[in-house]
């Protein structure tokens, strides 16, 4: 999210996943911290995600795993520990992939307006459809957090620009396409399931953000629903 300087106002404000839902996104991984033997509150679960033998109890290769998971998605502490964050993310990844390619199922995102992008904040999904015909996605994003919330209701797109960098945070935003202020949605060099989320743009890997670019013009529907995990 970026404020947006045009005209001498400012404005403040499964394509992607039949690929595994654990693919790396760009982030340098932070340096490994070390592990803890402590058990955690979701320590089945965590193990069953990880492909773990099943048993409930901390071991060394357990927190390994954990870890590793940890910081490839900028979870922090990432020492291996078996809590919410952690489990909440790839709680999340379970329900993203359950979606397959059906994102409207409960037809929450208009089938009235054309070619729309739909973002459902509650399972951080986003896709481009026309009528009832998928174009593109669904895809994971990562929406605004906790007092930064992404915006719900329909909009439109009004300003596009591909090598935006916001004068807020003086943070790239490549293929930004704004939508409601100074929410947008484009690229992110992170995890899309890095907590605890953005200041309120959707964020996107680069590849899905070239291709809304694409497929995306000024005028077109954007329509956001739902509410995000933590918010």
């Known amino acids: 999210m970026g404020d947006i300087r045009r005209r001498g106002a400012v404005v403040l404000g499964i394509t992607g996943l039949v690929v595994p839902l654990t693919l790396a996104l760009g982030a340098a991984p932070a340096q490994a911290a070390s592990c803890t033997t402590q058990t955690g509150p979701y320590q089945k ?89 998928l174009v593109y996605g669904p895809v994971p994003v990562r929406t605004g957090r906790d007092g930064y919330e992404t915006r719900t209701g329909l909009k439109k797109i009004y300003w596009r620009h591909i090598d935006h960098v916001s004068s807020i945070y003086d943070v790239p935003m490549p293929y930004s396409q704004f939508f409601d202020g100074g929410q947008a949605f484009h690229s992110v060099g992170l995890s899309m399931w890095n907590p605890p989320g953005s200041h309120g743009c959707v964020n996107m890997t680069t590849t899905t953000a070239k291709k809304y670019w694409s497929l995306l013009k000024n005028g077109d529907d954007v329509f956001v629903y739902g509410r995000k995990p933590g918010t």
């Open 45 to 133: 679960q965590v193990e069953k995600f990880l492909g773990r033998p099943v048993d409930g109890k901390q071991s060394a290769a357990d927190c390994k795993a954990t870890q590793a998971f940890q910081t490839k998605h900028g979870i922090t502490p990432n020492i291996g520990y078996a809590g919410p964050i952690t489990w909440g993310v790839m709680d999340l990844m379970n329900k993203q992939k359950a979606v397959g390619t059906n994102p409207n199922k409960a037809g929450k995102c208009p089938t009235n307006k054309g070619r729309i992008a739909c973002v459902n904040l509650t399972l951080q999904l986003s896709w481009i459809q026309d009528g009832s015909k």
